[in-house]
Each structure stands twice: as C-alpha cells, then as structure tokens.
C-alpha cells in the first residue's frame, strides 16, 4: 500500500457547504473519508511509533499524567522508553504514511478553498487516549500568544483513528464559541469561571466519531475531551493548516520554519 486512501472522490466533494457550516459553527462533519485499509494500516503506524518499531528523527512525545489531570502532566521529557500512554506525539509530517495522509487531495481542496495563496503546515499532531484511560483535556483554544506566530491560522481537521464514542472521551464543543475570538490573549486553557454559563446553559455539544470519519474544527472553537472508559485505545490525527505567510515570532533559538504543504 502506498499510503492511506480517501473513501470519497475529492473531485465529488464540494466543500462549501462544510466550510459553511464551520464558518458559523465552529465545526463541521466531512463523515468518513478513510478506507478501512487504511484506518488499520495508520492505527498500526500509531503502535509503531509509541513502541519505536518505526522511528523519525525530531519527533515530540509527551507522556500521560498517571493521574489522569491535565494539570499533572510532565513537559519537555519527550520519549520516555516504549508505552501506549503517550497522549501527544507531533511533527508527524516526517514519517511518510501521515505525510501522505496530510496532504490527501480532499484536505488540499478543503484547505484551498479556506486558506488565500500558498499553504503551511502548522503541526501535525497525533491525539491519543490510551485504553487505561489517558489524561483529561479541559476546555482551551488553539492559538493565542502560546503558539508564537504573526496570524493566528483557522483551519483544523480531525481525523479518527480509532472509535471516538462519547465515553472514549470524543470531542466536545460549544458551537459557535470562536466567534467571540481568543478569550485571553495567551490562548490555550479557559478558566472554569468563563465557561460555567454555557455549561449551565446547556450548550455543549458531544462529537462522537468513528474510525475514518474527519471533523473540521476552527482554531478558536471551545472544545475539550474527557478520559477513555472504553478500555480500547482511542487515536485521532489533527492537522492545523495555515498561509505560508506566517511567520515565527519567537525570540529564543533559530525561528522556526514551516514546512510548505501540496508540492509549492
């Protein structure tokens, strides 16, 4: 096999009544776009990574909290020996089977149709919650101060790797929250105090998927993910396109350099 293959014709595929419904919600389901060879050939790429059988130079791992909380995790450890408990590994545009299923052609043509002029890859980051239950994600964004960059880029999409029921901790979202932009300029988490009333209000919405369907999801969309119940592993790949324009605004060491998607 040559890389992962699309279950739905890209050519077939017009994408704006998704990205209609992204531009108001927040969100949008593309359904299932990966074939089930494929769903199991990325599924055993996702083992191979955690136990090393494949390895890539300058890949980032980050490991479960024992606890379950957020808030105990453990930064700048990366590998930590073989396990199926490392909940984040990025940059997995450098191994070849994800790099082919990032620039699939039904991406491409979503992306082209959001994103003005030459396209970059932001990350590529491989999502996971282990069958012991994996670490917890409380409400955040994706972007603000955090990530370091000129523009903040819009464009997320979410692929499932494995089944995402609600109790294997799916997606959860408030739609139409990123119409109120970043909530603190750092970005990232939101405070229990901001969220409390859409809670209260009843206005979270659970997204549960299953292998090989994909989500369009806005960088400033309030979403978030509970533990795995499940016992079985639940993987999904996240892929935030952006302008080749962006640039680097960190100070410390050589500005990073993004990585040009759809052979420009």
Not at 17 to 26: D, H, K, P, R, T
Not at 69 to 89: P, T, V
Not at 110 to 126: D, S
Not at 201 to 212: D, F, I, N, S, T
Request: hydrophobic fraction near 40%; include cysteine; aromatic fraction near 8%.
């Amino acid at each position: 096999m040559s890389g992962p293959m699309l279950s739905v014709d890209p050519k077939r595929f017009d994408p704006g009544s998704a990205l209609a419904e992204f531009a108001e919600q927040g969100y949008a389901r593309l359904g299932r776009v990966l074939d089930d060879e494929s769903i199991a050939s990325l599924g055993q790429r996702v083992d191979d990574l955690m136990f090393a059988r494949v390895r890539h130079e300058g890949l980032f791992f980050q490991h479960d909290a024992n606890t379950g909380r957020y808030e105990d995790l453990q930064f700048g450890l990366g590998w930590q020996g073989a396990s199926a408990s490392y909940r984040k590994i990025e940059k997995l545009e450098r191994d070849p089977l994800f790099r082919t299923w990032i620039e699939n052609p039904l991406f491409e043509r979503i992306a082209r149709a959001h994103i003005e002029g030459p396209i970059a890859l932001y990350r590529a980051v491989l999502f996971t919650k282990a069958a012991t239950g994996g670490t917890a994600l409380p409400w955040h964004q994706d972007g603000g101060v955090f990530w370091g960059i000129d523009r903040m880029p819009s464009l997320q999409i979410w692929t499932a790797l494995d089944d995402a029921p609600l109790d294997a901790g799916c997606v959860e979202v408030i739609p139409g929250s990123h119409l109120r932009g970043l909530a603190t300029p750092q970005g990232g988490v939101i405070s229990d105090a901001l969220v409390c009333e859409d809670l209260d209000a009843g206005r979270v919405l659970a997204l549960p998927a299953r292998a090989g369907e994909a989500l369009l999801i806005h960088n400033q969309l309030w979403h978030r993910s509970r533990v795995n119940s499940t016992g079985k592993r639940r993987s999904a790949l996240s892929i935030c396109y952006m302008s080749a324009a962006t640039r680097c605004l960190r100070k410390r060491g050589t500005p990073r350099e993004f990585v040009r998607l759809f052979a420009e």
